[in-house]
């Protein structure tokens, strides 16, 4: 998991074909803004010898392009999404947001087509799980607005050969396996989305949003009005009991976990 305190943005002048061509870099870093400026300048080099040799760019692990609200530790960090709501990146946990399940085509003679759409997610999780055990064995199970959230205890590694075929196998949303595999993470939504309180939505379009002033004063109504409204609601657990680690009990803190409020 690759993530930067520091964001710049700048435009750069590079030579293509004999051809001057302007480009803007964003470009980050741990150490201070004139830092991120250095990796900016040899970020635009690095482009201007690519497409001069023709060489593909390699599939490395990709950093958090968003603005970091908290480093809790090496392993758990809180990020600014592209809406303004607030997000857990974790390599501690698998957490895995579930808005379907994997349909098999017996289901349609099973009690399980009768069930609610949730509690059907939940119902093929826990029969996967008996299939797929490589996934893990204890998991705190919640349910979200639209569908249900799984954090499960034993860390699986996005990096692995086989992630994508396990991933599928539980439904997973294609997007979230690659976003996952690229920035080597599990990400989870620990706020509420602006829409679903009806209030003013904000566009962040790169980290440096979060610096602005417009920034600043929607922030102030959104977690105003995030007050009322809950991201998850725990549902049951399954195995070991690990509610009390740290990074859990963060987690359902600030989603309101067992508080009754609206899901949003």
Partial sequence: MKYFKFWIKEAYKIKINGATKHINILAGSNISKEDAR?????????????????KRKKDYEVPIKEHVEEIIDDNNIITICRYGAKILNTTDYTILDLDDYAFDFFDIFKAVRKMPKKDRIVFKFLERLKKYPEIGNDFRIYETAKG??????????????????????????????????????????????????????????????????EYCDWVKNYELSAQKYCVVKHIKSIGRDFSSEPIIRLHDSICKASQVYKLA
């Fill in 38 to 54: 250095d990796h900016a300048k040899k970020q635009a080099l690095t482009i201007e010898q690519r497409i001069s040799s023709n």
């Fill in 148 to 213: 249900i959230r799984v954090i499960g205890k034993n860390y699986v590694n996005p990096a692995i050969k086989s992630y994508q075929s396990l991933m599928r196998k539980f439904a997973v949303d294609w997007y979230y396996i690659i976003m996952s595999k690229k920035q080597n993470c599990y990400r989870a939504r620990i706020t509420p989305k602006p829409y679903r309180m009806r209030i003013k939505t904000i566009k962040i379009r790169s980290p440096l949003d979060c610096e602005t002033k």
